[in-house]
């Protein structure tokens, strides 16, 4: 039966509607400012939000197909791949208001509410979405039908226009959905789609197109990264794989070679068996909230580093060839 509670005015607050959220999902993210001001007030704020992004994919191991970074509004095609999408969005928004916040000296919200997700499950639902949020720029002075020359949008590294200084996008998903691997002739035909999407604006119409002109499949080799690991598995895998004894990781120790085997253990159970900080620090000892989650940042630092070690036992559990 749902539960109904009163709110301090005496009024009724209905209970949030839980994110619609899939293992295998890709998403297309839309995030607002407050009414009141610019999400992003100089081209610094739209860069430092770029290099966020960049971590944190990194981080979790997620992949970004499109973005488009407007003054108030940002959009996102994001592949979290298995990953919990709540979890990289609350992660990379935080960081960003924490960055606000401290450079404009003020507090509280910066982001409009919850960000707003809808699921792509179809190759014509992807491609539609990539288109519309390239397209985006159109309503910026200057750039209605130029929207490729707009910088902080995606469109223009996947013409070729403009170098990626980020790293950040990647742009097999849709070449493959094209099954176009060269990038010059896949440039011109995105382009054109693009550019025909903008003046159609249908998606009845698109996949119309869709159907009689070009067979897209999945031949990207995308990926989707098991999140859901046995932690005791894990744990175990890991302190045979460098010859520590299981109760000293777990343990506090002041040995530097514990203490990084730790941090490396709790960055595992937060990206790979999707664990909060509370249920790491029930499998790690002795360590608080906020140690728990510098230990994940020390451990992705350690993998960041290219440590042969840590890096061999993280490829054998995401690409599942661990014989437990």
């Not at 404009?104 to 014509?124: C, K, M, N, P, W």
């Not at 995606?154 to 849709?174: A, C, N, P, Q, T």
């Not at 159907?211 to 897209?216: G, I, L, M, N, R």
């Not at 790690?284 to 070690?309: D, F, Q, V």
Request: proline fraction near 2%.
């Amino acid at each position: 039966m749902l539960q109904l509670k009163n709110n301090m005015f005496g009024g009724v607050c209905m209970p949030r509607k839980s994110r619609e959220k899939y293992p295998e999902a890709i998403y297309h993210i839309m995030c607002r400012s407050e009414s009141e001001f610019l999400l992003f007030r100089d081209d610094n704020d739209k860069e430092h939000y770029l290099s966020l992004l960049k971590r944190y994919t990194d981080k979790y191991k997620c992949s970004i197909y499109a973005y488009c970074l407007m003054d108030n509004h940002l959009h996102l095609h994001l592949d979290p791949k298995g990953f919990d999408v709540s979890k990289f969005m609350q992660s990379l928004n935080t960081a960003y208001v924490r960055y606000y916040n401290n450079k404009y000296a003020r507090h509280g919200h910066v982001f409009q509410g919850r960000f707003e997700s809808r699921i792509l499950d179809t190759d014509e639902y992807n491609l539609a979405v990539s288109a519309y949020i390239h397209n985006n720029p159109h309503s910026i002075e200057g750039f209605a039908g130029r929207e490729e020359n707009y910088k902080y949008s995606s469109y223009g590294v996947y013409l070729g226009l403009r170098e990626d200084l980020h790293k950040l996008v990647d742009m097999s998903f849709i070449m493959g959905l094209f099954n176009i691997n060269e990038p010059s002739v896949f440039a011109e035909k995105y382009y054109a789609f693009v550019s025909h999407q903008r003046d159609i604006g249908s998606f009845k119409e698109l996949k119309k197109q869709l159907s009689s002109a070009v067979k897209y499949e999945y031949i990207s080799g995308r990926q989707v990264v098991l999140r859901d690991l046995s932690p005791s598995k894990v744990i175990s895998y890991i302190s045979d794989k460098l010859l520590m004894p299981e109760k000293h990781i777990k343990t506090a120790n002041l040995k530097r070679k514990t203490h990084e085997a730790r941090a490396f253990m709790a960055y595992v159970l937060k990206v790979l068996c999707g664990l909060g900080y509370k249920e790491i620090c029930s499998n790690i000892y002795n360590i608080t909230l906020s140690g728990c989650s510098k230990l994940c940042e020390r451990g992705y630092e350690l993998l960041n580093a290219k440590n042969p070690a840590y890096e061999n036992i993280f490829n054998d559990l995401i690409n599942c060839s661990v014989s437990w």
